[in-house]
């Protein structure tokens, strides 16, 4: 039986307060991503609970020597990983200070602080008009919500999907010429209909480059979720 995406959203709610709960006396939580481990600041969104962030840098094609940005970098772990790649550019941006706080912590402790560019501000907002990217990625905020999320929870919501859309509206302005752009989402959890319709009015064509499935329990207390990874670039 399909369950409903009201249960996955209170479900998701759920597991945020859990996480905060269980980092509430752990200032810094850890998790591993491709055999490397990261900080994670109790208040920047828990990717050491949940597991969006560690599949979709995992699969994520090398970008070695390749120009990339990380919208919504969190503690910095896919940025981080196109560095190490060898990319030529990296730049990652949030609107949580404590997040870019995180992802200098962990730019550090990998010794590449200096090959990264950590910037404030939402989408495209830190950007320069005339900025282009090889890959622009975001592992994007896929449950639709009619509130307006606080703190961690923009992590994982988006008010009906205003950012999203910007996110594909925007995109061909800092795209070089082959550039692509990248996203994760969940056909479980989010609005696939209308992320089609975001893609279709931007001229734009997706391919998925990778899916699994989850059961209950880490990524979703509220029961199995499937994760894909894609890229997308114009038609």
Not at 180 to 193: A, D, H
Request: proline share 6%.
């Amino acid at each position: 039986m399909e369950i409903p995406k009201e249960v996955y959203l209170w479900g998701t709610i759920c597991g945020l307060r859990h996480s905060q709960e269980q980092d509430s006396n752990e200032s810094y939580p850890s998790t591993v991503v491709d055999g490397r481990m990261y900080m994670i600041d109790k208040d920047v969104f828990p990717s050491h609970y949940f597991t969006d962030t560690k599949f979709f840098t995992e699969h994520m094609p090398s970008q070695k020597g390749k120009s990339f940005l990380e919208i919504g970098c969190g503690a910095g772990i896919t940025a981080i990983t196109a560095a190490l790649q060898g990319a030529e550019r990296v730049v990652a941006t949030d609107i949580s200070m404590k997040a870019l706080e995180n992802t200098f912590i962990n730019a550090k402790m990998m010794n590449i602080r200096d090959k990264i560019e950590i910037r404030p501000g939402s989408i495209y907002g830190p950007l320069d008009k005339e900025e282009r990217f090889d890959t622009v990625y975001w592992n994007m905020p896929f449950c639709y919500v009619d509130f307006q999320p606080k703190g961690i929870e923009t992590g994982v919501f988006s008010y009906k999907y205003h950012n999203v859309r910007e996110f594909f509206n925007g995109a061909r302005n800092h795209l070089t010429q082959k550039g692509k752009l990248m996203f994760g989402f969940s056909p479980t959890i989010g609005r696939p209909e209308l992320i089609r319709q975001y893609l279709d009015e931007n001229h734009l064509r997706e391919r998925c480059i990778a899916e699994q499935g989850f059961p209950a329990g880490t990524l979703s207390p509220a029961g199995p979720v499937t994760l894909q990874l894609y890229e997308a670039k114009e038609k």
